[in-house]
């Protein structure tokens, strides 16, 4: 009698680096030199409490970056850089006028950051390149060690229905203002391919000490984990634990050490804000995947975090990135 195939062993839950395929991505570079437009999207009416919508054309249009800017029509007393005859509104003072920007496609929020949030990225990923421009980056070399990464992330457009982004703007808005989105994208039809995304979780505590998150988002593979304190409450160490394998058990000054190791700018990160992250080689394709076969949208790995409070009653937002083919997003 033929003796029959052992079934696998592997269970549900074993860690695997994630990683672009390289057959896909080689169907995903973009050949082109890109531009960059200040003029190409379509911005709404901007109106204080209202959300401004942009929209980006799809088609034949790859992008790699949007940078985001506000100016006013006159000087505003340490809130405008004046530069070249016009007046951008400087980033310490964006939270004042934006609430939030998420990122929107096919009418589902991929990714979002609070005005805070939006300038602490650009500052920990070193984008923070000019005072009051924000980036939203895609195949960025800031994340990617090698182009054939950087063209699997960028933001193709031919197979999907919309891109754009929604800007939440404060009451404190001025009608003297108004938002310039420039692009940098390359004139190629090309589908969307890989992505990272957000997902957000909020959570409080009432004791001090260790406290354990055993919740953390699933989908995509995981591929950073970023703490920020609500309430200004002291995080004193963490860990990161996924299935049977301890992935982090640290200080936050050790895990600042880290961060600035590998190039990261991780100076806003005390006082409860960490970033924990696979991208530390500037590989961000790298991620956990929780289950063996890529092509499974389930996953079950046992993925905790554990924080240290120094302080009591702390209030937090959790905010996991996760990295792969746009289609397993869903």
């Given at each position: 009698m033929a003796q029959q195939p052992r079934a696998s062993r592997e269970r549900t839950g074993n860690i695997?680096?994630?990683?672009?395929?390289?057959?896909?991505?080689?169907?995903?570079?973009?050949?082109?030199?890109?531009?960059?437009?200040?003029?190409?999207?379509?911005?709404?009416?901007?109106?204080?409490?209202?959300?401004?919508?942009?929209?980006?054309?799809?088609?034949?249009?790859?992008?790699?970056?949007?940078?985001?800017?506000?100016?006013?029509?006159?000087?505003?007393?340490?809130?405008?850089?004046?530069?070249?005859?016009?007046?951008?509104?400087?980033?310490?003072?964006?939270?004042?006028?934006?609430?939030?920007?998420?990122?929107?496609?096919?009418?589902?929020?991929?990714?979002?950051?609070?005005?805070?949030?939006?300038?602490?990225?650009?500052?920990l990923m070193n984008w923070d390149v000019r005072d009051g421009i924000h980036w939203m980056c895609f195949g960025s070399p800031g994340f990617f060690k090698e182009d054939l990464h950087e063209d699997a992330y960028l933001l193709g457009t031919s197979n999907i229905r919309s891109v754009r982004l929604l800007v939440k703007l404060q009451t404190a808005w001025l009608a003297t203002m108004k938002l310039i989105v420039a692009t940098e994208y390359a004139p190629v039809a090309r589908p969307i391919g890989y992505i990272i995304t957000h997902r957000q979780q909020r959570y409080s505590f009432s004791a001090s000490g260790e406290q354990t998150i055993s919740d953390i988002p699933h989908g995509i593979d995981l591929a950073a984990i970023w703490v920020r304190a609500l309430n200004g409450k002291r995080i004193d160490g963490y860990g990161l634990r996924v299935d049977d394998q301890q992935m982090f058990d640290c200080s936050v000054p050790a895990a600042m050490a880290l961060g600035a190791l590998w190039g990261k700018d991780t100076s806003q990160l005390a006082a409860g804000n960490l970033f924990i992250d696979f991208w530390r080689e500037g590989d961000a394709n790298k991620g956990l995947a929780a289950l063996a076969q890529m092509a499974q949208v389930r996953r079950n790995a046992d993925i905790r975090l554990t924080l240290n409070f120094g302080e009591a009653a702390a209030e937090i937002k959790l905010i996991t990135f996760h990295c792969g083919l746009y289609a397993l997003q869903r």
């Open positions: 695997r680096t994630s990683g672009v395929n390289p057959e896909q991505a080689r169907n995903l570079r973009v050949p082109q030199h890109f531009r960059y437009d200040e003029n190409l999207p379509t911005i709404s009416n901007q109106y204080a409490d209202g959300t401004a919508v942009i929209d980006f054309p799809v088609g034949l249009y790859t992008y790699r970056a949007f940078g985001l800017r506000i100016e006013n029509s006159a000087a505003i007393a340490g809130e405008t850089v004046a530069e070249m005859g016009v007046f951008r509104l400087n980033s310490a003072n964006l939270a004042k006028y934006v609430a939030s920007v998420a990122l929107e496609i096919n009418g589902k929020v991929e990714q979002e950051f609070t005005a805070a949030e939006l300038i602490d990225f650009n500052e």
